[in-house]
């Protein structure tokens, strides 16, 4: 079982970055989907997620109308669309998989059962 979260980079304020979490050993469409992130010096903070298992998905309000995420299913991936990347956006970006719960918890660390390696995004003029 792996979990891998790639797509990071560097763009300028107002640009956009794809992030995919990409599962291996597990078919990720069953279960909830989070990604997080963690910029230095800062606490790990919850982004967005999406639930197979009650069909919804949820942002956190910085990203509200910015971020995007979405499913694969023929790539066994979840993705993270960026658009309009601002100064604050800068973070280590983390997905998760949640085996047992819906969108009710989704926003919640302690729910989520593994953790792929971040992929780093940056956010410069």
């Known amino acids: 079982v792996q979990l891998q979260a790639s797509g990071g980079g560097s763009v300028q304020p107002g640009g956009s970055l794809r992030l995919a979490c990409t599962a291996s050993?597990?078919?990720?469409?069953?279960?909830?989907v989070g990604w997080f992130r963690q910029a230095p010096g800062k606490e790990r903070e919850w982004v967005a997620c999406?639930?197979?298992?009650?069909?919804?998905?949820k942002y956190a309000d910085s990203v509200k109308g910015r971020f995007t995420i979405s499913r694969d299913n023929a790539k066994n991936t979840v993705d993270l669309q960026m658009n309009n990347l601002k100064p604050e956006d800068p973070a280590l970006y983390y997905c998760?998989?949640?085996?047992?719960?819906?969108?009710?918890?989704?926003?919640?660390?302690?729910?989520?059962?593994?953790w792929g390696q971040g992929t780093l995004v940056t956010v410069s003029s």
């Open positions: 999406i639930s197979f298992r009650d069909g919804r998905f």
């Open positions: 050993g597990f078919v990720l469409n069953y279960y909830t």
């Open positions: 998760a998989v949640d085996y047992d719960y819906g969108s009710g918890h989704c926003s919640r660390m302690i729910y989520y059962d593994h």
